[in-house]
């Protein structure tokens, strides 16, 4: 299709990636990446010309042992100009060791969903919001910027759809924190575009101060279809995960995120800046499956850019005088 016959060209408009794979990728691995090699990874990401890395998340070693090594890896990567660095914190004790370490942002969670909150995070959604508002606090008094990733937007595994009016009684509150953005988590795979044409549309109109991001798995095949459907409603930042790593345990037979390299390969096809080096993320995707013990769902990687041309079978030439000769 020509590009100016098509309808989602880009037109220079910038659709900005933040990676997650090192956090909530890493997070459901059973090996744990060596410290060196974890840092060697997002010192490559941070060559793609990705937007944001979440490099990894500052909470106890016994609740998330394959990141147990948080102050060190953020201590040691190599900061990009223009890259933000962010971290998963749940409590005011994980936020003070991410400052200490000098994490550019904290990223807190809870969930829209009252059941996946209590069965995630063992406490009540006030619990939660109560404990969330106390990091915001630290957050503001260090002036480090704080995001909000809201679980279950789209449903819950348990409770099925999540109200509307439940989702956005939560972004107001986090809104009148003075949160800087928040994430509109797909966190089960449950959503479908039209649903995230139609909340992500709202979201933006409700509170243009707020720094909108979506994140998207891939469990049921949709991702894609639901990266599409929220950047036609005006999404402009987007979490992926290198490989397609990730997942949730209240999931059954999920895959993992949307795969980083995957989307960005669509969305240049399709005429948007990304501002990420395909092949430089294809290189560091291709060193995945040496660090976790295993293949990665991401197919990119696996097949190559839709330009990558092979070479014909081996006996072309005699196919070629077999056919001329008829």
């Given amino acids: 299709m020509n590009a100016q016959h098509n309808p989602w060209h880009g037109a220079g408009r910038r659709i900005h990636i933040n990676e997650v794979g090192t956090r909530d990728g890493l997070q459901m691995e059973p090996v744990f990446v060596p410290t060196d090699e974890k840092i060697a990874l997002v010192d490559a990401l941070s060559r793609t010309g990705l937007a944001k890395i979440e490099v990894t998340a500052f909470v106890s070693p016994s609740a998330i042992p394959a990141l ?25 004790r994980g936020a003070e060791r991410a400052i200490e370490a000098q994490t550019d942002e904290l990223n807190l969670v809870m969930s829209a969903s009252a059941t996946h909150n209590l069965a995630n995070l063992r406490m009540t959604q006030e619990q939660s919001f109560a404990a969330l508002a106390q990091v915001v606090r630290t957050a503001q008094q260090a002036q480090v910027p704080v995001n909000v990733s809201l679980s279950c937007v789209f449903g819950c595994p348990m409770e099925g759809d999540v109200a509307e009016a439940a989702v956005w009684g939560w972004v107001q509150r986090f809104a009148d924190l003075g949160v800087d953005g928040i994430t509109l988590c797909d966190t089960t795979g449950m959503a479908y ?25 891939n469990t049921r095949g949709m991702g894609l279809g639901n990266v599409l459907a929220a950047i036609d409603a ?29 989307v960005v390969h669509a969305l240049q096809l399709m005429g948007f800046d990304t501002g990420v080096d395909l092949e430089a993320l294809l290189a560091a995707a291709r060193r995945l499956p040496g660090l976790i013990g295993h293949e990665i769902p991401g197919q990119i990687a ?25």
């Fill in 68 to 92: 147990r090594d948080a102050e060190i890896v953020m201590r040691e990567i190599e900061r990009r100009p223009g890259v933000v660095y962010t971290a998963l914190v749940p409590n005011v």
């Fill in 193 to 217: 575009p039209p649903q995230v044409h139609a909340l992500v549309r709202q979201a933006l109109a409700r509170w243009p101060q707020l720094a909108f991001t979506l994140h998207f798995h």
């Fill in 234 to 262: 005006g999404a402009r930042q987007l979490d992926t995960s290198l490989g397609g790593l990730g997942g949730c345990p209240y999931a059954p037979g999920a895959t993992g995120n949307v795969c980083s390299e995957e």
């Fill in 302 to 326: 696996k097949a190559g850019r839709r330009e990558d041309l092979h070479a014909p079978p081996a006996d072309f030439e005699a196919i070629r005088e077999r056919a001329l000769a008829r």
